[in-house]
Protein backbone atom coordinates (compact mmCIF):
# COMPACT_ATOMS: atom_id res chain seq x y z
CA UNK A 1 0.00 0.00 0.00
CA UNK A 2 2.83 2.45 0.97
CA UNK A 3 4.22 1.58 -2.13
CA UNK A 4 1.59 2.11 -4.38
CA UNK A 5 1.41 5.67 -2.69
CA UNK A 6 4.82 6.38 -3.26
CA UNK A 7 4.84 5.58 -6.76
CA UNK A 8 1.47 7.66 -7.11
CA UNK A 9 3.23 10.67 -5.42
CA UNK A 10 6.08 10.17 -7.90
CA UNK A 11 3.93 9.97 -11.10
CA UNK A 12 2.13 12.96 -9.84
CA UNK A 13 5.02 14.97 -9.04
CA UNK A 14 6.08 14.04 -12.39
CA UNK A 15 3.82 15.47 -14.13
CA UNK A 16 3.58 18.37 -12.43
CA UNK A 17 6.54 19.23 -13.18
CA UNK A 18 6.34 18.16 -16.94
CA UNK A 19 3.78 21.27 -16.72
CA UNK A 20 5.60 23.56 -15.51
CA UNK A 21 9.23 22.82 -17.07
CA UNK A 22 6.88 23.20 -20.33
CA UNK A 23 5.01 25.80 -19.28
CA UNK A 24 8.34 28.00 -18.66
CA UNK A 25 9.47 27.41 -21.98
CA UNK A 26 6.33 28.47 -23.83
CA UNK A 27 6.03 31.68 -21.98
CA UNK A 28 10.02 32.06 -22.68
CA UNK A 29 10.15 31.27 -25.90
CA UNK A 30 6.69 33.47 -26.28
CA UNK A 31 8.18 36.48 -25.15
CA UNK A 32 11.18 36.46 -27.25
CA UNK A 33 9.51 35.84 -30.13
CA UNK A 34 7.13 39.12 -28.87
CA UNK A 35 10.34 41.06 -28.71
CA UNK A 36 11.53 40.32 -31.65
CA UNK A 37 8.25 40.43 -34.17
CA UNK A 38 8.04 43.56 -32.20
CA UNK A 39 10.90 44.93 -33.19
CA UNK A 40 10.82 43.87 -36.39
CA UNK A 41 7.55 45.45 -37.13
CA UNK A 42 8.46 48.89 -36.19
CA UNK A 43 12.05 48.62 -37.43
CA UNK A 44 11.75 47.48 -40.75
CA UNK A 45 9.23 49.45 -42.29
CA UNK A 46 11.39 52.69 -41.52
CA UNK A 47 14.36 51.26 -43.97
CA UNK A 48 15.88 53.38 -46.10
CA UNK A 49 19.16 54.36 -48.51
CA UNK A 50 20.05 57.16 -46.35
CA UNK A 51 20.35 55.00 -43.16
CA UNK A 52 23.26 53.51 -44.46
CA UNK A 53 24.96 56.50 -45.95
CA UNK A 54 29.45 56.48 -45.63
CA UNK A 55 29.00 59.70 -43.48
CA UNK A 56 25.96 60.50 -40.59
CA UNK A 57 24.13 63.54 -41.22
CA UNK A 58 21.44 65.43 -38.74
CA UNK A 59 19.10 64.51 -41.37
CA UNK A 60 19.98 61.32 -42.63
CA UNK A 61 21.41 59.74 -38.65
CA UNK A 62 23.32 57.22 -40.66
CA UNK A 63 24.04 54.03 -38.70
CA UNK A 64 26.68 52.98 -41.13
CA UNK A 65 29.30 54.48 -38.99
CA UNK A 66 27.86 53.29 -36.19
CA UNK A 67 28.39 49.69 -37.17
CA UNK A 68 31.69 50.09 -38.31
CA UNK A 69 32.72 51.44 -35.29
CA UNK A 70 31.05 48.36 -33.40
CA UNK A 71 32.72 45.77 -35.53
CA UNK A 72 36.13 47.85 -34.65
CA UNK A 73 35.51 47.92 -31.22
CA UNK A 74 34.43 44.08 -31.09
CA UNK A 75 37.19 43.15 -32.31
CA UNK A 76 39.98 44.93 -30.54
CA UNK A 77 38.06 44.21 -26.67
CA UNK A 78 38.24 40.60 -28.05
CA UNK A 79 41.52 40.31 -28.83
CA UNK A 80 42.41 41.93 -25.60
CA UNK A 81 40.21 39.87 -23.62
CA UNK A 82 40.68 36.28 -24.83
CA UNK A 83 44.18 36.07 -24.62
CA UNK A 84 44.19 37.02 -20.55
CA UNK A 85 41.00 35.30 -19.70
CA UNK A 86 41.76 31.96 -21.55
CA UNK A 87 45.28 31.79 -20.24
CA UNK A 88 44.37 32.81 -16.85
CA UNK A 89 41.67 29.57 -17.04
CA UNK A 90 44.60 27.21 -18.21
CA UNK A 91 46.79 28.44 -15.14
CA UNK A 92 44.10 27.77 -12.79
CA UNK A 93 42.87 24.36 -14.02
CA UNK A 94 46.07 23.43 -15.31
CA UNK A 95 48.73 24.44 -13.59
CA UNK A 96 47.73 26.15 -10.27
CA UNK A 97 48.79 23.28 -7.31
CA UNK A 98 46.09 22.18 -5.09
CA UNK A 99 45.62 24.15 -2.10
CA UNK A 100 46.66 27.28 -3.88
CA UNK A 101 45.27 30.23 -2.00
CA UNK A 102 45.50 32.47 -4.70
CA UNK A 103 42.81 30.26 -6.59
CA UNK A 104 39.94 30.53 -4.74
CA UNK A 105 40.55 34.47 -4.66
CA UNK A 106 41.07 34.92 -8.36
CA UNK A 107 37.61 32.73 -8.76
CA UNK A 108 35.81 34.38 -5.90
CA UNK A 109 37.06 38.28 -7.64
CA UNK A 110 35.91 36.87 -10.75
CA UNK A 111 32.39 36.01 -9.97
CA UNK A 112 32.12 39.29 -8.18
CA UNK A 113 33.51 41.51 -11.03
CA UNK A 114 30.81 39.66 -13.85
CA UNK A 115 28.02 41.02 -11.37
CA UNK A 116 28.83 44.22 -11.34
CA UNK A 117 26.92 47.05 -13.07
CA UNK A 118 27.99 48.06 -16.22
CA UNK A 119 27.70 51.60 -15.70
CA UNK A 120 30.46 50.96 -12.66
CA UNK A 121 32.79 49.77 -15.21
CA UNK A 122 32.49 53.09 -17.82
CA UNK A 123 33.14 54.80 -14.31
CA UNK A 124 36.15 53.07 -13.94
CA UNK A 125 37.12 53.00 -17.45
CA UNK A 126 36.62 56.88 -17.92
CA UNK A 127 38.80 57.50 -14.23
CA UNK A 128 41.40 55.35 -15.34
CA UNK A 129 41.66 55.06 -19.02
CA UNK A 130 40.45 57.89 -19.71
CA UNK A 131 41.75 61.07 -17.30
CA UNK A 132 44.67 59.12 -15.75
CA UNK A 133 46.16 57.59 -18.66
CA UNK A 134 44.95 60.46 -20.87
CA UNK A 135 43.61 57.99 -23.77
CA UNK A 136 40.36 60.91 -23.59
CA UNK A 137 37.32 59.98 -25.16
CA UNK A 138 38.45 56.91 -27.96
CA UNK A 139 38.31 53.36 -29.63
CA UNK A 140 40.64 52.35 -26.92
CA UNK A 141 39.77 53.54 -24.10
CA UNK A 142 36.50 51.91 -24.91
CA UNK A 143 38.02 48.67 -25.73
CA UNK A 144 39.70 48.39 -22.45
CA UNK A 145 36.81 48.92 -20.94
CA UNK A 146 34.85 46.39 -22.29
CA UNK A 147 37.85 43.88 -22.26
CA UNK A 148 37.84 44.24 -18.07
CA UNK A 149 34.24 43.66 -18.02
CA UNK A 150 33.99 40.19 -19.87
CA UNK A 151 37.01 39.22 -18.90
CA UNK A 152 35.72 37.50 -16.20
CA UNK A 153 32.72 35.78 -18.06
CA UNK A 154 35.83 34.81 -20.00
CA UNK A 155 38.02 33.37 -17.93
CA UNK A 156 34.94 31.66 -15.67
CA UNK A 157 33.59 29.75 -18.88
CA UNK A 158 36.92 28.88 -20.20
CA UNK A 159 37.89 27.40 -16.73
CA UNK A 160 34.61 25.27 -16.63
CA UNK A 161 35.45 23.94 -19.94
CA UNK A 162 38.57 22.72 -18.89
CA UNK A 163 37.27 21.20 -16.45
CA UNK A 164 34.82 19.28 -17.97
CA UNK A 165 37.47 17.70 -20.44
CA UNK A 166 38.21 13.86 -18.92
CA UNK A 167 41.06 13.40 -16.72
CA UNK A 168 41.85 10.53 -19.21
CA UNK A 169 42.47 12.64 -22.01
CA UNK A 170 45.54 14.14 -20.04
CA UNK A 171 46.60 10.90 -18.83
CA UNK A 172 46.33 9.40 -22.10
CA UNK A 173 48.92 12.67 -23.23
CA UNK A 174 51.55 11.79 -20.71
CA UNK A 175 51.22 8.23 -21.06
CA UNK A 176 52.20 8.93 -24.96
CA UNK A 177 55.20 11.02 -23.45
CA UNK A 178 53.79 14.19 -24.22
CA UNK A 179 54.94 17.16 -21.51
CA UNK A 180 52.36 18.98 -19.82
CA UNK A 181 52.85 22.19 -22.08
CA UNK A 182 51.69 19.86 -24.85
CA UNK A 183 48.90 18.01 -23.60
CA UNK A 184 47.35 21.04 -22.60
CA UNK A 185 47.34 22.75 -25.80
CA UNK A 186 47.17 19.85 -28.16
CA UNK A 187 44.60 17.80 -26.19
CA UNK A 188 42.93 19.57 -23.12
CA UNK A 189 42.04 22.71 -25.49
CA UNK A 190 40.60 21.44 -28.52
CA UNK A 191 38.36 19.39 -26.62
CA UNK A 192 37.76 22.07 -24.60
CA UNK A 193 36.84 24.55 -27.76
CA UNK A 194 33.04 24.20 -27.87
CA UNK A 195 32.79 25.85 -24.43
CA UNK A 196 35.62 28.41 -24.85
CA UNK A 197 34.04 29.54 -28.16
CA UNK A 198 30.71 29.86 -25.60
CA UNK A 199 32.33 32.02 -23.65
CA UNK A 200 33.79 34.12 -26.74
CA UNK A 201 29.94 34.63 -28.15
CA UNK A 202 29.15 35.57 -24.85
CA UNK A 203 31.36 38.44 -24.68
CA UNK A 204 30.78 39.51 -27.70
CA UNK A 205 26.87 39.63 -27.51
CA UNK A 206 27.67 41.67 -24.22
CA UNK A 207 30.01 43.72 -26.21
CA UNK A 208 27.73 44.61 -29.15
CA UNK A 209 24.84 45.28 -26.81
CA UNK A 210 26.72 47.63 -24.36
CA UNK A 211 25.53 51.38 -24.15
CA UNK A 212 26.81 52.92 -20.37
CA UNK A 213 30.44 51.99 -20.42
CA UNK A 214 31.27 53.21 -23.74
CA UNK A 215 29.37 56.55 -22.74
CA UNK A 216 31.66 56.97 -20.61
CA UNK A 217 34.32 56.23 -22.74
CA UNK A 218 34.34 56.20 -25.72
CA UNK A 219 32.03 59.13 -26.73
CA UNK A 220 29.49 59.48 -29.29
CA UNK A 221 31.03 60.87 -31.71
CA UNK A 222 28.85 59.46 -35.12
CA UNK A 223 31.48 58.99 -37.55
CA UNK A 224 34.17 56.57 -38.87
CA UNK A 225 37.31 56.30 -36.04
CA UNK A 226 40.22 57.21 -37.97
CA UNK A 227 42.28 56.00 -35.17
CA UNK A 228 42.10 53.92 -32.06
CA UNK A 229 42.46 57.41 -30.09
CA UNK A 230 39.48 58.94 -31.73
CA UNK A 231 35.72 58.77 -30.32
CA UNK A 232 33.38 56.13 -31.74
CA UNK A 233 29.97 55.91 -31.52
CA UNK A 234 29.03 52.04 -31.73
CA UNK A 235 25.38 51.03 -32.63
CA UNK A 236 24.03 50.62 -29.08
CA UNK A 237 24.95 53.89 -28.52
CA UNK A 238 23.72 55.30 -31.95
CA UNK A 239 20.64 53.71 -31.06
CA UNK A 240 20.19 55.09 -27.56
CA UNK A 241 21.03 58.92 -28.50
CA UNK A 242 18.42 58.76 -31.15
CA UNK A 243 15.97 57.39 -28.40
CA UNK A 244 16.60 59.68 -25.89
CA UNK A 245 16.92 62.56 -28.55
CA UNK A 246 12.78 61.28 -29.26
CA UNK A 247 13.13 63.29 -32.84
CA UNK A 248 14.44 60.32 -34.82
CA UNK A 249 12.30 57.48 -32.83
CA UNK A 250 11.43 55.75 -35.91
CA UNK A 251 15.83 55.35 -37.01
CA UNK A 252 16.14 54.04 -33.24
CA UNK A 253 13.62 51.00 -34.05
CA UNK A 254 15.30 50.42 -37.31
CA UNK A 255 18.70 50.50 -36.08
CA UNK A 256 17.50 48.01 -33.48
CA UNK A 257 16.86 45.62 -36.31
CA UNK A 258 20.74 46.02 -37.40
CA UNK A 259 21.77 45.48 -34.03
CA UNK A 260 19.65 42.17 -33.56
CA UNK A 261 20.78 41.31 -37.27
CA UNK A 262 24.55 41.46 -36.66
CA UNK A 263 24.32 39.77 -33.31
CA UNK A 264 22.52 36.92 -35.02
CA UNK A 265 24.93 36.81 -37.41
CA UNK A 266 27.99 36.70 -35.12
CA UNK A 267 26.29 34.02 -33.28
CA UNK A 268 26.02 32.11 -36.44
CA UNK A 269 29.57 32.38 -37.56
CA UNK A 270 31.01 31.74 -34.02
CA UNK A 271 29.23 28.20 -33.88
CA UNK A 272 30.30 27.67 -37.33
CA UNK A 273 33.76 28.17 -36.19
CA UNK A 274 33.80 25.92 -33.28
CA UNK A 275 31.85 23.37 -34.78
CA UNK A 276 34.80 23.43 -37.52
CA UNK A 277 37.73 23.59 -34.73
CA UNK A 278 35.74 20.65 -32.45
CA UNK A 279 35.61 18.42 -36.37
CA UNK A 280 39.07 19.02 -37.12
CA UNK A 281 39.75 17.93 -33.60
CA UNK A 282 37.72 14.91 -33.17
CA UNK A 283 39.15 13.67 -37.36
Request: proline share 3%.
Amino acid sequence: MIQEFNSMRHQILSYVFRILVWTMAIVTASIILFLVGYILVKGIPNFSADLFAWEYTSENVSLLPAVVNTIFMTFLAIVIAAPIGIFSAIYLTEYARRGNKIVPVVRLAAETLAGIPSIVYGLFGMLFFVIALKWGFSLLAGAFTLAVMVLPVMMRTTEEALLSVPDTYREGGFGLGAGHLRTTFSIVLPAAAPGIFAGIILSIGRIVGETAALIFTAGTVAKITSSVFSSARTLSVHMYTLASEGIHIDRAYATAVVLLVLVIIINILSGHVSKKITGEHRG
